[in-house]
């Protein structure tokens, strides 16, 4: 009892202790409490607070091997590579196997020139399948500096035990011949690379930034124009395809070995950029920026890390890092304006996004994502103008997307416009055919209003074909059956939509419908109350709380479903 009482003082000491930007205000006592700090900062992922707390245990145990290797990786997450490298000889000295300790200490060698040095730490680092890649890139790009294709190759070959090495291989080829001025080898190594991975955007940067140096101009305009044509807008891109048309020709991709395997760092953590791997992402990045990397598109890629593991004040402050005259600086507001509304400053989040359509009247990205702003905060009057400006500019550069007809079609359906919200949705769907989000929305919509069922129920179960694990489409579908009467399919799929979305309460609440029709009603009744305990906005509250005191009324005669717009009925 009395080590619980110990250990939950110091927990709640450590949340005490926290300053504004997530740093450790102070430090605690004890080694033990300051253990315990970082603990809980660890996993809040308050990277900076939790290395702050390492540093006051280390001051009172300076030996001790579990707070060094912590500490190590704290600060390498935090970009402090001074720090990391110090660490990391410390490291090494008890754990000669440590992954990234090798790494760390193999980049300082690398950019000192010191290029044998660093492929025995990068060698040591090898004995994971990551590591077999981050040490094959990384010594290819050692090879590189020292001027020897062939020795670059020969450790390129080596990814060839894995088939999900082969894209990073032929890029890195590529890109390492190019920078030895080997063009007759670049030439065919770039081909091979677009051929196998063509809607990536830096083997379409590279390549098309090759082809503009060799005179290549015409093929380098098509390369960027069909990447353009596959629906992904790209500043980056777009860019380059103007300077190409101008006949302006562009400085070499890679410039330096440092450039080099700052690329191949970046090419991993964008690959790792996922609810399983950010950690490993997160500290590539930081990696990448340590060396002569493409600054601002490393800086994006670290902000977006940062926003998906949701330390949203972080990302803001590496989005304002972004250069003022870089391209991607109109991505970094955005970006911003973004993460403040998911910190709930709305007001802030909306200034920010208004200032970037007075800077770029004509950006429809910006016009599109001051909308969203808007709709988020359920202020839909406001979202419409802006998707306004977003269609028109749209149809005037001829680049519609059925993204911006989506989110207008929702916004004219929550202010009850719902003849608007249709054509929307059936304009998004003519520009996106097999477009999950679009086929559930609408139909869900048109089952909810009892309208055109058929065709409702087919987008539905289209959709769900499309997207067969997310909870809300598998929902809509066990709704359309609730609808059709057909209550023991609906219970069927419910209960799947309740199994992937535990937590939303309508899902909650439809199931408890689906029970009760047909005769379950102690679990209709918990369902109801789940829905209860899983925060619905006040309007479902309200319509939620009448339903365990007396139940479903009795079902109505069946009606014919109308043709044209109604109001929806209440759930049930």
């Known amino acids: 009892m009395k080590n619980a009482l110990l250990l939950a003082t110091a927990l709640l000491s450590a949340v005490l202790l926290f300053g504004v930007e997530g740093r450790a205000s102070t430090s605690y006592p004890s080694l033990s409490g300051n253990y315990l700090a970082s603990r809980t900062a660890g996993r809040n992922r308050e990277t900076g607070a939790a290395a702050d707390f390492l540093h006051a245990a280390l001051k009172q145990d300076p030996g001790n091997p579990v707070l060094i290797e912590r500490l ?50 990068f060698s040591e680092a090898s004995y994971t399948p990551i590591g077999e890649l981050t040490s094959a890139l990384l010594s290819a790009w050692s090879y590189a500096g020292e001027g020897s294709f062939a020795a670059a190759s020969t ?63 015409d093929e380098a305009q098509k390369v960027y124009e ?31 070995p440092s450039s080099g395997a700052a690329e191949a760092l970046f090419s991993l953590a964008a690959a790792m950029n996922d609810d399983q791997s950010m950690d490993v992402a997160l500290v590539y990045a930081q990696m990448a920026l340590s060396l002569n990397a493409d600054r601002p598109v490393v800086l994006t890629l670290l902000g977006d890390v940062l926003a998906n593991g949701r330390r949203f004040e972080q990302a803001i402050d590496v989005f304002e890092q972004v250069p003022a005259t870089s391209e991607l600086r109109t991505n970094a507001d955005t970006e911003i304006a973004i993460n403040l509304q998911r910190l709930d400053r709305n007001a802030d ?14 950006n429809i990205d910006s016009w599109t994502t001051l909308g969203n702003l808007f709709r988020n905060t359920e202020n839909y009057a406001e979202a419409v103008p802006a998707y306004d400006k977003a269609v028109a500019l749209s149809a005037a550069q001829g680049v519609e997307t059925w993204a911006v007809h989506y989110y207008r079609g929702i916004a004219h359906e929550r202010l ?57 489409i598998v929902d809509s579908l066990g709704w ?17 939509a309740v199994d992937l979305k535990p937590g939303d309460p309508i899902i909650a609440e439809h199931l408890g419908d689906a029970y009760w029709r047909v005769g379950r009603r102690l679990e209709a009744k918990f369902q109801w109350q789940h829905a209860k305990d899983n925060k619905p906005t006040p309007a479902d509250l309200t319509r939620i709380e009448e339903k365990p005191k007396d139940g479903l009324p009795a079902l109505p005669m069946p009606v014919k479903p109308a043709d044209n717009s109604a109001n929806p009925p209440s759930n049930g």
């Open 155 to 217: 450790e390129l070959d080596k990814l060839d035990v894995n088939d999900s090495f082969a894209n990073f291989k032929s890029l890195h080829a590529a890109l390492i011949a190019d920078f030895l001025n080997s063009t007759l080898r670049a030439d065919p190594a770039y081909r091979k690379a677009y051929a196998d991975a063509g809607t990536s955007l830096r083997v379409t940067q590279s390549f098309g930034n090759f082809l503009a140096r060799t005179g290549k101009l």
């Open 416 to 472: 009850k416009q719902w003849d608007k919200a249709e054509a929307d949705f059936r304009k998004a769907l003519s520009l996106s055919p097999e477009e999950p989000s679009v086929l559930n929305y609408l139909g869900y919509t048109l089952i909810d209003m009892n309208l055109k069922l058929d065709e409702a129920i087919a987008m539905v179960k289209k959709a769900v074909e499309l997207r067969p694990a997310d909870g809300y």
């Open 480 to 496: 359309a059956y609730f609808q059709l009467r057909d209550f023991e399919q609906a219970v069927s799929q419910l209960e799947r």
């Open 72 to 121: 190590f990786q704290f600060e390498l997450a935090n970009g402090d590579m001074g720090e990391a490298e110090k660490l990391a000889e410390k490291v090494i000295a008890f754990n000669s196997q440590q992954r990234m300790a090798r790494i760390v200490l193999g980049l300082k060698e690398f950019k000192l020139r010191r290029y044998d040095e660093a492929r025995t730490h």
């Open 226 to 256: 069909t990447f353009l044509q596959g629906g992904e807008r790209n500043v980056l891109v777009e860019t380059a395809l103007e300077q190409v048309k101008r006949k302006e020709v562009p400085p070499p991709f890679i410039q330096s």
């Open 349 to 362: 989040a909306q200034a920010r996004m208004k200032s970037v359509v007075d800077r770029d009247p004509n």
